[in-house]
């Protein structure tokens, strides 16, 4: 019943209820049946022994020899041949049997309940049940008379006793009866059991009519609020499956709305917490380069008598601290803008190994240090489907990034590589390698700002690589780091070839 439609278990209940009432019904009425029929019978046939001892006293008479006991068994033969339904014995005043018409061992049970037959005499209400001579167990309608009491005798000389529903009556009453009366019964069952299902079906479907419009409606919410949200497609082929149970899917709409708004709320939570976080940790950093460039600026302005070179020194160091406050915020405004949700590609089909070699050859007119170079066998002509710009200012990151962390002794090493439907660029500097929680995370494919990422010295690091990183998922790719046995760092960032 798991999968049914509530109305359809309703009807189904209200059918084993009406099929367990028909058959209790029916078994009562059998016996109620069966209780007036005997009484019935027992009415009609109450003088039936009185009658037989009143028209044929020879009955009742004594074996005196073998004529009277030939006459009496003639008697009782013949009675029994008018009625075969019935059987006649004859008791003692002790309502100990004498003599039946019969095969020998037949009677079982020789003495009779005295009691009963003493209340039938003295008319107690019907039906009234004595004991059968044959030892069946089961108690039987009778009647019963007394012999007429002969002059000298002491005590009665006993009693006619007549069972009016012997076994052979019951067998042939039950199996004239019994076809038409269950017949009848599974007919009068069957179309009570028709009728009633087909009206509790349509009252059944008009009350649960909005309870299923209900659930369908849930349903609808449920896979229209998680389907865009669902990374396989489990949950959308959950969605899918019909409304069977009203209840049990309003139950189950319930629990998935109430865990999305727990997890809603849990996600705001973190949200808010990793906001607030991050704009402790941008204050913290643009606080240190601000106050030193105003400190340089400070610097000059109370300078009486500036010395040319000493002044160069101080803008100098004031441009340097400009240009980090400007990367910075630079760096901020591109990472919002790649991380919210109405972010478009523009899409457009260039050559990867031209862009590379053209970011490799930009560093190397600024006469940076350590310099940039490009490493290992060019891979032939790499055509990328995606934002030149943003895939620019990704190896752009990448190369800047190696070069603030690399030695001056040793190069940052650019290569270029096709891996089957695959474009890697790898960069490798010499330093001292990625701090742990960031290699860990890129490693594993996790967001670099969900939550930031705290430096131990303040303010929050890697904003570089989580453009470079957002970048790569933006286009199909990836960003991910590549074991270094020389010690330094080696980041791929792979991006999906034009088809």
């Not at 449920?222 to 139950?251: F, H, I, N």
């Not at 990151?397 to 790898?426: F, K």
């Amino acid at each position: 019943m798991a999968g049914r439609s509530f109305t359809a278990r309703l009807s189904l209940a209200l059918a084993v209820l009406l099929l367990a009432y028909g058959a209790f019904v029916a078994l009562l009425g059998r016996q109620v049946a069966a209780e007036q029929e005997q009484e019935s019978l027992q009415r009609l046939s109450h003088g039936l022994a009185q009658h037989i001892v009143g028209h044929w006293p020879e009955i009742a008479s004594p074996d005196r020899d073998e004529a009277e006991r030939t006459a009496r068994g003639s008697l009782l033969s013949m009675l029994m041949t008018v009625n075969p339904g019935v059987q006649v014995y004859l008791l003692d005043a002790d309502g100990r049997v004498q003599h039946y018409i019969g095969e020998p061992g037949m009677v079982r049970q020789h003495q009779m309940d005295l009691d009963v037959i003493r209340a039938f005499l003295a008319g107690a209400p019907l039906p009234l049940r004595g004991t059968d001579p044959m030892g069946t167990g089961v108690p039987r309608i009778f009647s019963a008379a007394m012999f007429p009491v002969r002059p000298g005798d002491v005590r009665p000389p006993g009693y006619l006793y007549v069972v009016l529903d012997s076994p052979a009556r019951d067998a042939v009453a039950a199996q004239v009866g019994a076809d038409r009366l269950w017949r009848g019964a599974a007919l009068a069952a069957a179309t009570g059991l028709l009728v009633t299902l087909g009206l509790g079906l349509f009252t059944f479907r008009r009350l649960t009519r909005p309870l299923h419009r209900l659930a369908r409606r849930l349903r609808d919410y449920s896979r229209r609020s998680t389907g865009a949200d669902a990374s396989d497609g489990s949950a959308g082929d959950a969605q899918q499956r019909p409304v069977g149970d009203e209840v049990q899917a309003l139950a189950d709409a319930f629990g998935d709305m109430t865990r999305r708004i727990e997890s809603q709320a849990e996600r705001e939570q973190r949200q808010v917490a990793d906001h607030r976080e991050m704009m402790a940790s941008v204050a913290h950093d643009l606080r240190t380069p601000l106050t030193a460039l105003h400190g340089h600026l400070e610097a000059l302005a109370g300078d009486a008598t500036p010395d040319a070179a000493r002044g160069a020194a101080v803008l100098q160091a004031a441009l340097a601290q400009s240009r980090k406050v400007s990367r910075l915020s630079q760096q901020l405004f591109e990472l919002a803008a790649l991380q919210s949700d109405g972010q478009a590609l523009h899409r457009e089909r260039f050559s990867l190994d031209e862009v590379v070699t053209d970011a490799v050859q930009k560093f190397g007119l600024h006469d940076v240090q350590p310099s940039v170079t490009l490493h290992g066998l060019p891979p032939g002509r790499l055509e990328l489907d995606g934002d030149l710009q943003l895939i620019e200012r990704a190896l752009t990151n990448l190369i800047d990034n190696a070069l603030r962390h690399a030695p001056g002794s040793q190069p940052v090493r650019v290569s270029l590589r096709r891996e089957g439907t695959q474009a890697e660029i790898v960069v490798e500097d010499s330093g001292p390698g990625l701090p742990g929680e960031l290699h860990q995370r890129l490693d594993q494919g996790v967001s670099l700002r969900d939550p930031p990422i705290k430096r131990s010295s303040g303010g929050i690091g890697g904003l570089g690589l989580a453009i470079a990183q957002r970048v790569a998922v933006l286009h199909g790719g990836s960003l991910r780091p590549l074991p270094a046995p020389g010690g330094g760092t080696r980041l791929c960032m792979a991006l999906p070839l034009a088809g």
